[in-house]
């Protein structure tokens, strides 16, 4: 029963970040969101809590592999996969965790490989301006690393130099998982399809 809790609780609060993703903060909220660090959108501010039970660790270094793949909804709106890095990187850092204890590596895979075209093919196939690129840029000045499913840039007949190069060439989000999870990575799911 425990087992089936956590990913029922987990998809309910996804479920309501989602609604809350990219529409306007009610007023409850906004009254007390904070943002640590980045700010770069509303909705990557972290709330704060009084006496937490599960405080920082300092003998613990903060590794996460967050599972980001979807597909591209609004070509306008950053994807709220990447509203979440930023929120998981923000909600360390409210916690008390220095940035030097804080490693994210962030794989992208499946449809969600669109979010990372770069400046020119975003803008020929979308006709706008790629908004996802702004996120990326933060997240990687404070350190988040970025990777791509090679299999999925096939699957999709898509090159490397359509991508933006603040994203890195992997084999496959498989792989890299289980590299990841050797090297001490917990596996974070912030991903809503």
């Known amino acids: 029963m425990k087992k089936l809790l956590a990913p029922l609780f987990m998809m309910f609060f996804l479920s309501c970040m989602t609604c809350f993703a990219q529409g306007e903060i009610p007023p409850h909220i906004k009254e007390h969101i904070t943002y640590p660090v980045l700010d770069f959108h509303p909705w990557v501010g972290v709330m704060p809590v009084d006496n937490p039970k599960m405080p920082y660790d300092p003998s613990l270094e903060y590794k996460v592999a967050i599972d980001l793949y979807g597909s591209l909804k609004d070509s306008t709106e950053i994807h709220s996969t990447f509203l979440e890095v930023a929120r998981t990187y923000n909600l360390n850092i409210a916690n008390g965790v220095p940035a030097d204890k804080i490693k994210i590596a962030a794989v992208i895979h499946g ?38 499913c090679g299999q999925s840039m096939g699957f999709y007949n898509m090159k490397a130099s359509q991508i933006t190069p603040m994203v890195n060439m992997a084999v496959s989000a498989k792989t890299t998982f289980i590299t990841l999870d050797q090297m001490g990575y917990s596996y974070l799911n912030v991903s809503e399809d």
Do not use: D
């Open 111 to 148: 449809g969600l490989i669109q979010a990372i075209l770069n400046e020119s093919e975003y803008e020929s196939k979308y006709s706008t301006e790629n908004p996802n690129l702004a996120a990326i840029k933060a997240l990687e000045e404070v350190g988040v690393k970025f990777y791509v």
